[in-house]
């Protein structure tokens, strides 16, 4: 079940543009399994909401700046939830986790635009708090065979920054450019074996892009 609002203030120059919306959501999932050594029955269920607002503020001529913020809910496809295996090589073992959990993760954006005859320049920043993300990990029971399975790992952050530049140099060439910075914590990790692991685990990444388009 859900519901959606929308609001405008401002009049007629709509200075002020408010959207928000709110969905509700409960979900039961219940799975058995024929005798095993590794997976029991379960069964769990939830109720949660998800709200959606989004803020935009005509600043000036060509400017606007927005605020958005939600959550959301991923749940896990069936391809990860598989518990029949599958070999890569005499080695390596790959199988789902049916007891993986659905991950949460809430979103909040700040964007800038200016836009002007010739062109316009697009920055933004976001983060992304992510609760139970499930990822895959990889056990070694014995020497010599690795086992890649999935597990929900604690918390995850994800913190990001993006620019865009376009200008129309002449009637037929544009000049654009793009820069996309993004980093990704994770603050603690549980693995396959149910065993809790205390640690941090960071990355960046860098994407920066320059070209050219002629209009024929």
Known sequence: MGGYHRNHWGGITEICNIEAGLRGEYTFVSYK?????????????????FP?????????????????????????????????PKYDD??????????????????VELAYRLTWTSGSVFAAAYYKDIKDPY?????????????????????????????????????????????????MGIRQNLNANGLRVEYQNYYESQVVSIGAKYKF
């Open 135 to 183: 990822t895959r990990v990889y056990i070694n029971p014995v020497p010599g065979v690795t086992i890649k399975a999935y597990d929900n790992v604690g918390r995850a952050t994800n913190l990001g920054f993006e620019m865009a530049f376009d200008q129309k140099i002449t009637k037929i060439w544009n000049l654009s450019a793009t820069d996309i910075f993004n980093t």
């Open 52 to 84: 959606n607002v989004r803020v935009t503020l005509k600043a000036g001529k060509g400017n606007r700046i927005s605020l958005f913020y939600n959550r959301r809910i991923d749940r896990p496809g069936e391809d990860v939830l598989r518990i029949f």
């Open 33 to 49: 399994f024929a005798p095993n050594n590794y997976f029991s029955d379960d069964s769990y269920d939830y109720f949660d909401f």
């Open 90 to 107: 005499p080695g390596v073992l790959k199988v789902g986790n049916p007891s993986l959990r659905p991950q949460y993760t809430q979103n």
